[in-house]
């Protein structure tokens, strides 16, 4: 059984930065790209309306950011420890959502991810 779990949210003023990691288990972690989606409050609850933030390859060479947070988020992961990283800084209000990393592959558009995380609360404040 795949468990992918989200740790770091929290609030944190405009500017500030936060570093989230999600620990997966119970999946081949060196065979799936892993991504970073996010979805703020209000917005529709499906899988589809979840908006990419950012993947990592299964090696981690390669990565790819939406426009809105690139320059100022990175995506990394440590396949010793099955563990994906997302460092964010200069954090802004439109930040604020909840966070979930994804298993899959390499792909912005969510439905390329069938195993996800519970989510992780981020609020940045003005």
């Known amino acids: 059984q795949v468990q992918l779990v989200e740790s770091g949210g929290g609030l944190v003023q405009a500017g500030g930065s936060l570093r989230l990691s999600c620990a997966a288990s119970?999946?081949?972690?060196?065979?799936?790209?892993m991504g970073w989606f996010r979805q703020a409050a209000g917005k529709e609850r499906d899988l589809v309306a979840r908006e990419f933030v950012a993947g990592i390859t299964l090696g981690g060479g390669t990565t790819h950011y939406s426009d809105s947070v690139k320059g100022r988020f990175t995506i990394s992961r440590d396949n010793a420890k099955n563990t994906l990283y997302l460092e964010m800084n200069r954090l802004t209000p439109a930040d604020t959502a909840v966070y979930y990393c994804?298993?899959?592959?390499?792909?912005?558009?969510?439905?390329?991810?069938?195993?996800w995380g519970q989510g992780t609360q981020v609020t940045v404040s003005s």
């Open positions: 119970g999946l081949t972690w060196s065979t799936y790209a």
């Open positions: 994804a298993a899959g592959s390499f792909d912005s558009n969510p439905l390329a991810y069938p195993d």
